[in-house]
T-cell receptor, first 113, second 114 residues
Framework: GENVEQHPSTLSVQEGDSAVIKCTYSDSASNYFPWYKQELGKGPQLIIDIRSNVGEKKDQRIAVTLNKTAKHFSLHITETQPEDSAVYFCAASRGNAGNMLTFGGGTRLMVKP | EAQVTQNPRYLITVTGKKLTVTCSQNMNHEYMSWYRQDPGLGLRQIYYSMNVEVTDKGDVPEGYKVSRKEKRNFPLILESPSPNQTSLYFC?????????????FGSGTRLTVV
C-alpha cells in the first residue's frame, strides 16, 4: 500500500517568514495530493490540493508543488501569520480507488509574532 | 450548516466494555471514513464506506467494527476496547472517492481506555 512520509515534524518560523513542508510517497499510481490544516481541538480541513497532471498550484499565500518523477510534493506558505500556526497533514491517493487516502505524520507549525 | 457530527467528544472507559462512537453527516455524501490520530503517526484509516451496506477495511481495522445502514450514519463500534485503542478518532465524509475535493471531518472523539 501507499506510504507517505512528512518532514519536518515541527517547524518554528518568525512571522512574515516562509514555511516549507515536504512529503514523499511510495505508490507511483497515486495521482491526488491534498493538504489539510488542523487547528487545536478541531478536525482537519482541506486547504489546497494538486493532481498529478499539474506541477504547481497557488492560492494566495499558499502553494503546492509536485515532482512525480521523484515522488515528492511540498507545501509553501509565504508571509506567515500567527493564525497559520496549526498542524499540517499531507496525503496521497490513487483517486477513484475506493476511498483510500493515506496521510503523512503531520507537521506542527508555530509562527512566532 | 453542512457538517459531520460525532458523539461523544470525550470518553473514558474500562478495558472490555463495549462502546459505540456515533457519526452523522447532513451533506448526502456517499463516502465515509473513520480515522484514528496518534502523535507522529498522522491519521490512519480504520474503515471506510462507499455506500449503504458497503464497507471495507482501512489500514488499522483490528478491534473495530462499523455499520452503514443509512446513508447519513456511520457508527464505530469497539466490542472489547483495549488500552492501545486510546486515541483521537475522526469521522469524515466526502462526495467523491478518496476524499477528492476534500473530506469534511468531524470535531473528533478523544477516547481513553483504562
Amino acid at each position: 500500500g501507499e506510504n507517505v512520509e512528512q518532514h519536518p515534524s515541527t517547524l518554528s518560523v518568525q512571522e512574515g517568514d516562509s514555511a516549507v513542508i515536504k512529503c514523499t510517497y511510495s505508490d507511483s499510481a497515486s495521482n491526488y495530493f491534498p493538504w489539510y490544516k488542523q487547528e487545536l481541538g478541531k478536525g482537519p480541513q482541506l486547504i489546497i490540493d494538486i493532481r498529478s497532471n499539474v506541477g504547481e498550484k497557488k492560492d494566495q499565500r499558499i502553494a503546492v508543488t509536485l515532482n512525480k518523477t521523484a515522488k515528492h510534493f511540498s507545501l509553501h506558505i509565504t508571509e506567515t501569520q500567527p493564525e497559520d500556526s496549526a498542524v499540517y497533514f499531507c496525503a496521497a491517493s490513487r483517486g477513484n480507488a475506493g476511498n483510500m487516502l493515506t496521510f503523512g505524520g503531520g507537521t506542527r507549525l508555530m509562527v512566532k509574532p | 450548516e453542512a457538517q459531520v457530527t460525532q458523539n461523544p467528544r470525550y470518553l473514558i472507559t474500562v478495558t472490555g466494555k463495549k462502546l459505540t462512537v456515533t457519526c452523522s453527516q447532513n451533506m448526502n455524501h456517499e463516502y465515509m471514513s473513520w480515522y484514528r490520530q496518534d502523535p507522529g503517526l498522522g491519521l490512519r484509516q480504520i474503515y471506510y464506506s462507499m455506500n449503504v451496506e458497503v464497507t471495507d477495511k482501512g489500514d488499522v481495522p483490528e478491534g473495530y467494527k462499523v455499520s452503514r445502514k443509512e446513508k447519513r450514519n456511520f457508527p464505530l463500534i469497539l466490542e472489547s476496547p483495549s488500552p492501545n485503542q486510546t486515541s483521537l478518532y475522526f469521522c469524515a465524509s466526502s462526495l467523491y472517492p478518496d476524499g477528492e475535493y476534500g473530506y469534511t471531518f468531524g470535531s473528533g472523539t478523544r477516547l481513553t481506555v483504562v
